[in-house]
């Protein structure tokens, strides 16, 4: 008798906020993996704010999931069976393979991890995508240049927040991390060596954002757009350097996405705006991992990691974490 393989489809295209009816909750059959293919069951399903904007049938850089489609996601799966080359039954390894609790692979975009030098949340948050995104974002696009500048970073207690703020330390710039509540910003000062923080659910951001740049910003990591973005635009040097990552506070919106009203402070400032996607620089990754890894190695960068516990129809719920503000650091769903 072949195996239940569950999985999380896509029902509806959301309209603002996800709902359950958005999803389906599906029992597929497995299959043997075949010539050149592994088969395995899913530990850990990566959490990303970006999947929300895959669900919207608009261009993007990647294409939409289809209604009726598995959803997409990055996981960490264990072989079970393989006529692969490269995988071996007991290996680990990481992939787009979508929410569903067994997978059949050819390999392709697959890389297999090993557990006993990192914990597996680990590969899909510091030396995984959110790493990744967090180290090309921060070098490349922001062109950080080191000591003497002043770097923020919005949604700073979040996956790729907390990596670029620490990475900004490494390289010997001023940090200021932007988040929501003050056990957030504490943790961002006491525990990942940020010179300061700033609370977006305070009084007044406006003021303490003043306070805390008093150098004013040589780069911005935007990671929320919106009225935040729009602040952090007040603040900019001569020449600095802004990278829009994402736009976690437009991403439910059900009608206009908020765009920059403060964009003229780019003519004041001759400063640069830029987008950018992190899958440009595959070819670069593992210059970035190794790098990481040896910063994690000599304690210069701690990890955060949110994991929760539960079964792949947690999914949905779980997915909704990351738009209540609910996560700290990389948000993982690891299945029982």
Known sequence: MSQSNRQIRLAARPQGECKPTDW???????????????????????????????LNDVRSY???????????????????????????????????????????????????VDPSAAPLPTYLGALGMPGMTAYFGLLDVGALKGEGETVLVSGAAGAVGTMVGQIAKVKGARVVGIAGGPEKCAMLVGELGFDAAVDYRGDD????????TPDRVDVYFDNVGGDILDL?????????????????????????????????????????????????????????AAAIAGWIGE????????????????FPETLSMLFRGENVGKLVLQVA
């Open 62 to 112: 990647i294409p939409p999931v289809g209604i009726g489609e598995v959803m997409r996601a990055g996981s960490i799966v264990e072989v079970t069976a393989s006529n692969h080359p490269k995988f071996a039954v007991g290996d680990h390894v990481v992939g787009t393979f979508g929410v569903q609790s067994h997978v059949v692979s050819d390999g392709r975009g697959a890389l297999r």
């Open 232 to 288: 952090a635009l007040t603040r900019l040097n001569l020449k600095a350097r802004i990278a829009i990552c994402g736009a976690i506070s437009q991403y439910n919106n059900e009608t206009t996405v908020q765009g920059p009203a403060n964009y003229l402070s780019l003519l004041v400032s001759r400063a640069r705006m830029e987008g950018f996607v992190v899958f440009d620089y595959a070819r670069q990754f593992p210059e970035a």
């Open 24 to 54: 389906e909750h599906v029992d597929a059959e497995t299959r043997a993996p075949g010539e050149g293919e592994f088969a395995g069951v899913t530990k850990l399903i990566s959490l990303d704010p970006a999947m929300r904007g895959w």
């Open 299 to 314: 304690g210069r960068i701690v990890t955060k990691e949110h994991v929760v516990q539960g079964a792949i129809d947690d």
């Open 205 to 212: 951001v406006r003021g303490a954002l003043r306070a805390a």
